[in-house]
């Protein structure tokens, strides 16, 4: 199976920037996008072979979640049984056969860190979740985490120690989900540094590769035997996100 991640920055703007001719080479058996920007008003979009699960946000033009599947899933779950998060629309729990797939929209830090502490509290209830569904089956994780993990994961590390998404709060957040045993597949497969999946549309930065590597495929340590490859897909374009992958 081939499972895709993507930010699109906005659904029915990729759309008009190739996201069908994307899908329809890529043939992923399952999908998962964040930042919809599309309210509760949306529209089905009905693409042949899939089906299609929606968790917008409340605010129109904000945030929410989207999976397209090729197999129906068992269960489908809006939001993470928190009243205080779960009107932002970001996460999809999709359970199959032989594990749970969480498709996250993680809530950005802000300008001059606003939401911090609100982010800190989400990565704790998240976490939860996630836990709460590992006691049952593997769990595959994947979205938007809005935090570059380690120095390696940014181009410029030492500039933007105290800048939201590279916070010594935010990378503990995120170090939390791996000791909590959730894998980084990319790095399974490739520790190689330059592995950048965002880039501002700022100073010319995705031409210099001037990135963060803020999006992610997480799983279950004892999933690990089934991963087969983890990548990203620097040369899509579309959004100011690329996406990433695995194959299992």
């Known amino acids: 199976m081939k499972l895709l991640s993507w930010n699109v920055n906005g659904i029915r703007a990729v759309q008009k920037k190739g996201f069908?001719?994307?899908?329809k080479k890529e043939n992923p058996d399952i999908l998962c996008i964040q930042e919809t920007k599309w309210g509760t008003d949306h529209e089905e979009l009905n693409i042949e072979g899939y089906h299609e699960y929606w968790n917008?946000?409340?605010?129109?033009?904000?945030?929410?979640t989207l999976v397209f599947t090729k197999t129906e899933p068992l269960n489908v779950t809006k939001g993470i049984g928190k009243k205080e998060h779960d009107g932002e629309g970001r996460v999809l729990?999709?359970?199959y056969k032989d594990f749970y797939l969480v498709n996250v929209y993680v809530p950005n830090a802000q300008h001059e860190l606003a939401r911090l502490d609100y982010r800190m509290q989400w990565d704790k209830d998240f976490k939860a979740h996630l836990k709460s569904l590992d006691k049952k089956k593997p769990v595959i994780v994947c979205g938007d985490f809005n935090v570059a993990h380690k120095e390696i994961d940014l181009a410029?590390?030492?500039?933007?120690v105290k800048n939201a998404g590279f916070t010594p709060e935010e990378r503990a957040g995120f170090q939390a989900f791996i000791d909590a045993g959730f894998i980084d597949t990319l790095r399974e497969f490739n520790a190689k540094p330059e592995q950048y999946t965002w880039w501002s549309f700022r100073m010319n930065a995705r031409a210099r590769n001037v990135g963060w590597r803020i999006d992610y495929f997480l799983v279950s340590e004892r999933f690990k035997k089934q991963l087969k490859d983890a990548f990203i897909m620097p040369?899509?374009?579309?959004?100011?996100h690329c996406p990433v992958g695995i194959e299992i």
Do not use: C, I, Q, W
Request: net charge positive; aromatic share 8%.
């Open 20 to 23: 069908h001719d994307f899908l």
């Open 56 to 64: 917008p946000a409340e605010k129109k033009g904000y945030s929410g």
């Open 93 to 95: 729990t999709l359970e």
């Open 235 to 240: 040369k899509v374009m579309g959004s100011d």
């Open 156 to 160: 410029r590390p030492k500039a933007n």
